[in-house]
């Protein structure tokens, strides 16, 4: 393996060059740059944090949407020996703090003068941060420095050749980056990856993903997640083009981008999924049945292409021509396969995408495995719909006797920074690392995640109940965008039921409802029915002690603003039940 470090995937790329590489996409237009743009940027900005004073084991904090200038950030701060310490747009000052005293920032680069201003409330608080670059528009306040005159500053003469000098000379132990995980409680921890963990779990799983120099590869997924950026250095180690794109616009722009590949979280699947439905659900009854037949061929043919066969029948042929393939013009037309990570992706959802033609592989992993500790693939028979696949190569796994998923590879890291005792509680004696999630491997070894350890449910009556299983029946129904079960040493299992505003407001408008608040809109008996019937309809598939005694409905979705969904959309729990607990505690007077 000669690949030791990130600046060394890069160079795959950097050696590939062309006219237009990296493309970033906003409402507003399409911005393009050239390989050898991007590389004299880059290789400008690294020498001019040097003179600013940052160098081998500096960290440096990156607060930014997707932009070809992320990745020119972490790759300069790499090329210098320093570390990276990605920031959620989202955090708020006192987050930002947080993260920037316990890492020992001592730079911020951010993107614009809004998310400057969380830096500047928060700066007196944090000594160590002395200096602070401003990607977009004029700096926010005296002091600021832009990021163009950082590279003015470095531009020029041996730019380039210091670039690669000094990338020689970083090595596959150094730290790369700090990642904060998000956390559904407490405060959240920064896991150190060095170079080699990412160089490794990229090397390990990219033959699971056939991507191709030829592809065009989306990333809009926050990059400050480790999911996302692994995905970003297989992008250059395989050289592919790639597109930038905000995870708020992606909805709107992916038909104009037209990608090959990308990864997502499953919310934005079952969001596409809801969306395509939707539309459906307005056509006239001819057109629904055709569109109903249409996936009901590909639902058939689907299962012959994980077998590595032609999909086959007139009938289908018919189906993809006439219904399927306008379905997949919604996501551009040209999308090969995607990557579903960072949660459980609904089964009904897996299937819906491939009998429309959009091959998902649906991988597991996590923040401290850097992160991909599983996911099917594109080769015939390695897939199975249902499981995250079997692990990557130089990840073993094991299945402790409480069910809970281990597992050891240089992918794994090397501890969270400065808590040496939180991260001994997070390695058995044999050095594997406790996932924290539930899981079975078949004879295969193909791995199916069950629930989070964490989050099962143990009634009053001693019965275990996993209740994400029940939560994605649950959102099945369009009313529904989140679920969350309670039931913890209680008697019985409730469920708070987040509402899909935008389907509660057509149902309004179609129904002649007038209401002043969605909450107002939650509480009208008619919808009241609906939910009912969704909830009893899952309760018909449940053993008695896992079924919902009773719900109700909040009154506004769960969202991250709210605090109570994580930058990755998944629930906080805790805080959802610590924000709600009247409304639970009412469910259970009786």
């Not at 949407?65 to 020996?81: F, Q, S, T």
């Not at 130089?394 to 920074?417: H, I, N, Q, R």
């Not at 509660?504 to 408008?509: G, K, P, T």
């Not at 969704?534 to 598939?541: S, Y």
């Amino acid at each position: 393996m000669t690949e030791r470090n990130i600046l060394d995937l890069y160079r795959r790329e950097y050696d590939r060059p062309r006219d237009r590489h990296y493309f970033h996409f906003t409402p507003d237009g399409e911005r393009v740059l050239s390989t050898a743009a991007f590389f004299e940027r880059t290789a400008a900005f690294a020498r001019g944090l040097e003179k600013l004073g940052i160098g081998r084991g500096d960290r440096v904090m990156l607060l930014s949407d997707n932009r070809p200038e992320w990745h020119l950030v972490d790759l300069a701060v790499a090329d210098l020996g320093g570390v990276d310490v990605p920031v959620y747009g989202t955090l708020n000052p006192s987050q930002v703090a947080y993260q920037a005293k316990d890492s020992g920032a001592k730079a911020a680069v951010v993107e614009s003068p809004e998310q400057m201003a969380k830096f500047l409330e928060v700066r007196e608080q944090c000594p160590a941060l002395e200096l602070l670059i401003q990607i977009e528009g004029p700096p926010a306040a005296a002091g600021v420095v832009a990021i163009d005159e950082v590279v003015e500053s470095g531009a020029g003469g041996d730019a380039g050749d210091l670039f690669w000098q000094r990338a020689s000379k970083v090595e596959a132990d150094d730290v790369l980056t700090l990642i904060y995980t998000s956390g559904t409680t407490g405060n959240p921890k920064g896991v150190t990856l060095t170079h080699n963990n990412l160089v490794r779990n990229v090397l390990a799983a990219y033959d699971r993903a056939p991507i191709e120099p030829e592809d065009f590869g989306l990333e809009f997924l926050p990059l400050c997640h480790v999911f996302e950026r692994m995905v970003g250095y297989l992008y250059m180690y395989l050289a592919v083009s790639k597109g930038y794109c905000s995870v708020y616009h992606v909805g709107d722009l992916v038909a104009q981008i037209k990608p090959t590949v990308f990864a997502g979280v499953p919310r934005f699947y079952e969001k596409v999924y809801d969306k395509i439905m939707d539309k459906v659900g307005q056509a006239p009854p001819l057109r629904r049945a055709l569109f109903d037949w249409a996936v009901k061929a590909g639902g058939k043919a689907y299962p012959k292409v994980l077998a590595g066969k032609a999909p086959g029948g007139l009938s289908y042929a018919l189906a993809d021509k006439l219904v399927l393939s306008k379905v997949r013009e919604g996501l551009g037309g040209r999308v090969r396969f995607c990557i579903s990570g960072g949660a459980p992706l609904p089964v009904f959802v897996n299937e819906f995408f491939h009998s429309i033609g959009v091959r998902i592989l649906e991988g597991y992993g996590l923040t401290e495995t850097s992160p991909v500790i599983a996911v099917n693939g594109a080769a015939p028979g390695m897939t199975r719909i249902g499981t995250v696949g079997q692990a990557v190569r130089e990840v073993e796994v094991k299945v402790a006797e409480d069910g809970e998923l281990c597992v050891k590879g240089p992918s794994v890291m090397t501890g969270y920074w400065n808590l040496p005792d939180k991260t001994a509680e997070v390695f058995d004696a044999d050095g594997f690392f406790l996932t924290g999630d539930i899981a079975d491997i078949d004879a295969d070894g193909f791995i199916r995640i069950t629930d989070r350890k964490k989050d099962i449910i143990v009634t009053a009556g001693g019965k275990n109940v996993a209740p994400q299983p029940i939560e994605n029946e649950l959102k099945r129904s369009p009313l529904i965008d989140n679920a969350v079960l309670i039931g913890d040493r209680r008697p019985y299992i409730v469920a708070l039921l987040s509402p899909n505003q935008e389907e509660l407001e057509r149902w309004a408008a179609a129904e002649g409802v007038p209401y002043a608040t969605v909450e107002e809109l939650t509480r009208h008996p008619a919808l009241q029915a609906r939910y009912a019937a969704v909830v009893d309809e899952t309760n018909a598939a449940l053993a008695r002690y896992e079924q919902i005694k009773k719900f109700r409905v909040l009154p506004l979705m769960l969202s991250i603003d709210g605090g109570h969904l994580t930058p990755t959309l998944k629930v906080k729990r805790r805080v959802v039940e610590k924000d709600y607990v009247d409304l639970i505690e009412a469910m259970y007077k009786d």
